[in-house]
């Protein structure tokens, strides 16, 4: 028998015990290497945001911890680097080594890339982290020209970026293998969306590969007298709103394919599951232009493309609200659930793992109104560089990505050391704690840019301009930072008990897998088929970047030095 998410009976794997977890060897350690490093960078990026929360409420303790920390622009690069960009690569790719190889029922086809890809991770991360912790490359997560980092900051990145695409390779090798093995078999729901997002990603990588590596570095190295701020700015875009799907994705997958199991119902409709994600593949990238509605240089009728196609990805979320919705209604009325809402109080609130999903999802449903105010033009001008979009990416990243990353270590960490669950009292208040603390946080930030327009990236507790009727809004995001430490303090017991001092599972824990209502329903060859779907996605590339792309590059002026203005 094997167990369930926190170790109790979920029926019988394919495999179990000792020849699953022989079978898996390397991939389990490198997710757990992954999942490891991640979480590491996450309790420091945590830490530094509580410095930043306290400084916007008057607390400003910088000047007490230089010279480790000098300014609270470095704190909040390092922020931004470690949670926005190392937690979420790290977890994804580890999460990944095991949702392909589990869902395809094979071990990695070549140990080795998986393995080179986690070292060259790994090096750049180190290779970024030593200017980042020296100060010499506060020039925030979006790293803008003209702005000057240390070129190891560049060359790290880049090696970060490289080591997750090698990590993506290992995990094409597998599925070509396990393709070739099982001709005109339909691929697994698991593994196709996770490969979908894997793809995603590198191609919208490709912008901020380009920024680095031909305008950035040889700027820094002055092979090039300077760089051209929008050309740089228009490449990060293009990596820079992919990128988070590319964070949003891996919780959809668990949406979508584990949840409703740890629910005890089933995926609603498997095919509309998997249109989804093909939806992502082809809508996710030509849309860069609304995170520079306010860029000149970009003529109005570009923008306006941007935010139609914006306008369209918000549309597999809408679809991914009622379809979760409703395989959760599987699972409460499985349970007993009778009524239009009773099945709700059925749906498994004792288990973290589920729990923290679930208010992943909740708090996600407002991240994505605001989004789509921010998708819209002029709403976007009263909200633009206000504390809105922290409010906004708070509620998307850092709970829709983070909160659900968070549920889903619940039932991996213990499928990976062997171990229980410290404690699932304190991983449910830990869920709890979080839920609250963004809605307060959130919300505080939200009013904040809105009504006052106050600005983001800016060490308001010591603006000149700042207004006393500002405080209640303060007031709410440092209540809700206060929650939000708590929570992030149980967090890492939990892990850390169960790694260090929980006892031994006497079974293993299996990766939770949905079965779908619609599971014997024809899937048409267009859902199980790369080719329509990319052939589309480089079209819209094409027609949303191209001509603009090639007019920045022709017009191109290498005239503004690059700075360090700290
Ligand atoms: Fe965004 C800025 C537009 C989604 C992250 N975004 C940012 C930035 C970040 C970020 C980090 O158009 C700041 C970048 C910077 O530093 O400058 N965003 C959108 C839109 C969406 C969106 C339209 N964003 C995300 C996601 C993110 C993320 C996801 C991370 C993971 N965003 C923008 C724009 C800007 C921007 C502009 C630029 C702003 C500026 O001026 O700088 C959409 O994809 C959102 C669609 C989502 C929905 C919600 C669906 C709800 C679901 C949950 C259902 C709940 C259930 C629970 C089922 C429509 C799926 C049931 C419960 C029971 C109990 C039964």
């Not at 196709?192 to 040889?218: D, K, R």
């Not at 669950?421 to 809605?439: K, P």
């Amino acid at each position: 028998m094997s167990v369930g998410t926190l170790g109790q009976p979920v029926g019988l794997a394919p495999q179990t015990g000792a020849s699953a977890r022989a079978k898996y060897v390397v991939e389990d350690r490198l997710t757990a290497g992954y999942i490891g490093i991640g979480m590491t960078a996450l309790a420091v990026g945590i830490l530094i945001g509580i410095l930043q929360g306290l400084e916007h409420a008057g607390f400003n303790f910088y000047p007490m911890l230089a010279p480790a920390l000098k300014s609270y622009y470095q704190g909040l690069t390092i922020h931004g680097v470690l949670n926005a960009l190392v937690w979420t690569t790290f977890f994804i790719v580890g999460f990944f080594t095991m949702t392909v190889t589990r869902s395809l029922e094979r071990p990695l086809r070549y140990p080795a890339v998986g393995i080179a890809g986690f070292v060259v991770m790994t090096l750049g991360l180190i290779l970024t982290a030593i200017p980042l912790l020296g100060d010499t490359a506060t020039v925030l997560y979006t790293f803008y020209p003209p702005l000057m980092a240390d070129a190891k900051f560049y060359i790290g990145l880049t090696l970060v970026v490289v080591g997750s695409w090698i990590g993506g390779w290992s995990f094409y090798f597998t599925y070509w293998a396990w393709k070739k093995d099982n001709p005109g078999v339909k691929t697994p729901f698991i593994a196709l969306s996770s490969l979908i997002t894997m793809v995603l990603w590198q191609i919208c990588t490709i912008g901020v590969a380009a920024e680095i590596l031909f305008l950035l570095l040889p700027a820094v190295f002055n092979w090039i007298p300077g760089v051209d701020p929008l050309l740089g700015r228009t490449l990060f875009w293009f990596t820079g709103h992919p990128l988070v799907y590319f964070w949003l994705l891996p919780a959809y997958v668990s949406w979508y394919g584990m949840v409703p199991k740890q629910a005890g119902g089933k995926i609603f409709s498997e095919n509309l599951a998997r249109l989804v994600f093909w939806l992502f593949l082809l809508l996710s990238t030509p849309l860069g232009f609304h995170h520079q509605y306010t860029d000149p240089g970009i003529p109005a009728a570009w923008k306006f493309i941007h935010a139609v196609l914006t306008f369209g990805v918000a549309f597999p979320s809408l679809l991914t609200a009622f379809t979760v919705a409703a395989s959760l209604e599987t699972g409460g009325r499985a349970r007993g659930g009778k009524g239009w809402f009773g099945w709700i109080r059925k749906l498994p609130w004792g288990d973290p793992s589920f729990t923290a999903q679930n208010f992943a999802m909740i708090l996600f449903a407002f991240g994505g109104i605001s989004g789509i105010t921010n998708a819209s033009y002029n709403m976007n001008l009263a909200v633009h560089n206000t504390t809105w979009i922290p409010g906004h990416f708070h509620l998307t990243v850092g709970s829709a990505t983070t909160l659900t990353f968070f549920g889903i270590a619940y039932w991996l960490v213990p499928k990976l050391s062997g171990r229980r669950l410290f404690s699932r009292r304190l991983a449910l208040g830990q869920a709890w704690t979080w839920l609250f603390g963004m809605i307060l946080f959130g919300n505080g930030f939200h009013l904040l840019g809105l009504h006052f327009g106050a600005p983001r990236r800016t060490m308001l507790g010591s603006t000149p301009y700042a207004d006393a009727a500002w405080n209640p809004m303060i007031m709410e995001m440092l209540f809700g930072v206060f929650l939000l430490t708590i929570s992030a303090i149980l967090f890492f017991v939990v892990m850390l008990g169960t790694v260090l001092a929980s006892r031994k599972l006497r079974e293993p824990v299996e990766m939770p897998v949905a079965e779908a209502l619609d599971a014997d329903a024809h899937t048409p060859d267009w859902l199980n088929n790369w080719k329509p779907w990319l052939d589309g996605a480089f079209a819209l590339i094409l027609v949303g970047y191209g001509p603009m792309l090639f007019q920045l590059i022709r017009d191109m002026e290498l005239i503004w030095p690059m700075l360090r203005v700290w």
